[in-house]
Nanobody, 127 residues
Framework: QVQLVESGGGLVQAGGSLRLSCAAS????????MGWFRQAPGKEREFVAA????????YYADSVKGRFTISRDNAKNTVDLQMNSLKPEDTAVYYC????????????????????WGQGTQVTVSS
């Protein structure tokens, strides 16, 4: 089991940057594929980015490709999301998620495929 705590959200102007961080408990962080999702008011939770257990593979939603970067540090049990060139439509609650790497033969990109979730951190981008 793993517990996840996100941090780094806040209010930023359009064009600005934020770095979200997700801290995981437990000694087996490197056993988990990790993902970032977001949910705006009145909308479904959507995939943002994912990274394999080793950090060797990364995946992005088309809407954030080229602007966001996901990374992880297995020694520190953290996964980060660097968000640049932020737009008002990036406003949402951002969630960190984890799934055991043995569950699927691929890195999951659907919310239903992730078992563990953080509590979320609010990101607001003003125009």
């Amino acid at each position: 089991q793993v517990q996840l705590v996100e941090s780094g959200g806040g209010l930023v102007q359009a064009g600005g940057s934020l770095r979200l961080s997700c801290a995981a408990s437990g000694r087996t962080f490197s056993s988990y594929d990790m993902g970032w999702f977001r949910q705006a008011p009145g909308k479904e939770r959507e995939f943002v980015a994912a990274i394999s257990w080793s950090g060797g593979s990364t995946y992005y939603a088309d809407s954030v490709k080229g602007r966001f970067t996901i990374s992880r540090d297995n020694a520190k049990n953290t996964v980060d999301l660097q968000m640049n060139s932020l737009k008002p439509e990036d406003t949402a609650v951002y969630y960190c998620a984890a799934q055991n790497r043995l569950k699927y033969s691929y890195v999951p990109t659907y919310s239903a495929e992730y078992r563990y979730w953080g509590q979320g951190t609010q990101v607001t981008v003003s125009s």
